[in-house]
């Protein structure tokens, strides 16, 4: 059957591709990924090389940023910090020769039993009781964070306790957006956290004096907004890879097909950033 939902991807797709004949070698894209499931693992590696094929994969080394040429490329971060993202990589992208960034809930890192990480999970990331009792849902270690920045991966910030920031006070965010960085440094003994991912990454959870911080204490800070990274410097726009859905939704994703979809969140964005200097 057609449906309104079915005509307004394709009608995405058709102008996607459109866009690519027209400048087909200019994406700049950063892709996230969450919780990997067990029964998502094979499914991972799959979306992983499919990446790879479509486009060059940088490494997050150094100071976070696009090369300036005619190619496509991306970068490959993960959200939270769960266990299965260090199953994933050791298993996975090290194979690949990737390297990523992980950014991480100080909180979550430190608890050790599995009745807090859940309790954590649905209090802190509002994931859902079904969704909890399906999954593994395990926090990694500081010291699995230590065999990854061993292989070369680099550790971002996500704050403390991975709260809504446009519904804290403005000593609470800053002490969520600066002290989890300080913290990090600390307990892993790394010299420099540039790097910060901006819980629940959507345009509503995004205000302008959370920029404001953002831009003052991190070189790079990482959204959820879909886009393409062409003039980004320092706040950028990423694409979730939901591996609970279909493999052909994920590469529709991939593709960048669904980035006109937020065009009036970037605008938004463009406007906030603007008002971030003012307030
Ligand atoms: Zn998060």
Known sequence: MVTLKNIYINTLKLLGSILDF??????????????????????????????KSKY??????????????????????????????????KKYLDKENIKAIFFIIYEFMKIKNKKNHKEFLKKN???????????????MTFENLKVLI?????????????????????????????????????KIGVKKI??????????????????KLCKKYYKATFTG???SNNNNKQIFFRENCDLNKDFSEIKF???????????FDRLRLKVYKYFSTKC
């Open 125 to 139: 990331l509002l994931i859902n009781n079904i969704k909890l009792n399906n999954k593994e849902f395990k926090n």
């Open 225 to 227: 907004i879909r886009g």
């Open 253 to 263: 994703t991939i593709d960048g097909y669904a980035d006109l979809h937020y065009f």
């Open 56 to 89: 060059e994969i940088l490494d997050p080394n150094n100071d976070f940023k696009f090369e300036n040429n005619r190619k496509n490329q991306a970068f490959i971060t993960f959200d939270d910090g769960y266990f299965s993202q260090y199953e994933c990589a």
């Open 22 to 51: 027209i400048d087909p070698y200019n994406k700049k894209k950063i892709f996230i990924f969450h919780e990997i499931s067990k029964k998502n693992q094979k499914k991972f590696y799959k979306v992983i090389k499919y990446i």
């Open 150 to 186: 061993k292989k070369g991966h680099i550790i971002g910030a996500h704050t403390l306790n991975h709260p809504n920031l446009t519904q804290i006070d403005k000593n609470n965010c800053k002490k969520e957006i600066l002290s989890c960085k300080k913290k990090i440094k600390t």
């Open 194 to 211: 540039g790097n910060f991912a901006i819980t629940f990454g959507g345009i509503k959870f995004i205000n302008p004096y959370i920029l």
